[in-house]
């Protein structure tokens, strides 16, 4: 049974930091690039962050590029997204995701950056 389990969402002032993290079971995650979504109120959800198998190649939207780093450790079977100098407009729920011809979605972690 393939699990995507998202943590470490809440509430942070702007210019705070969040780590959420991605807990994946039930597939070879060591061999799958993962990445992170996320949604807004109102708005479709939207790719931030990707990261190859290995950890040693990512890609991020600009609007959260020098912001926000991807990891992971396939030891652990687990990606991480250190989001720093968080805005209100970061304002979402993250979802983690294995793209494929079957993707996998976490149930996604609220992020909320407000004052």
């Given amino acids: 049974q393939v699990q995507l389990v998202e943590s470490g969402g809440g509430l942070v002032q702007p210019g705070g930091s969040l780590r959420l993290s991605c807990a994946a079971s ?3 995650f060591s061999t799958r690039a993962m990445t992170w979504y996320r949604q807004a109120p109102g708005k479709e959800r939207e790719l931030v ?3 190859s198998y290995k950890g040693d190649t990512t890609t991020y939207v600009d609007a959260v590029k020098g912001r926000f780093t991807i990891s992971r ?3 652990k079977n687990t990606m991480y ?6 805005k209100p407009e970061d304002t979402a729920v993250y979802y983690c995701n294995a793209p494929g011809s079957v993707p996998y979605w976490g149930q996604g972690t609220q992020v909320t950056v407000s004052s």
Avoid: K, S, V
């Fill in 73 to 75: 450790d396939n030891g």
């Fill in 81 to 86: 997204l250190q989001m720093n100098t968080l």
């Fill in 26 to 28: 039930g597939f070879t």
């Fill in 49 to 51: 962050a990707t990261i």
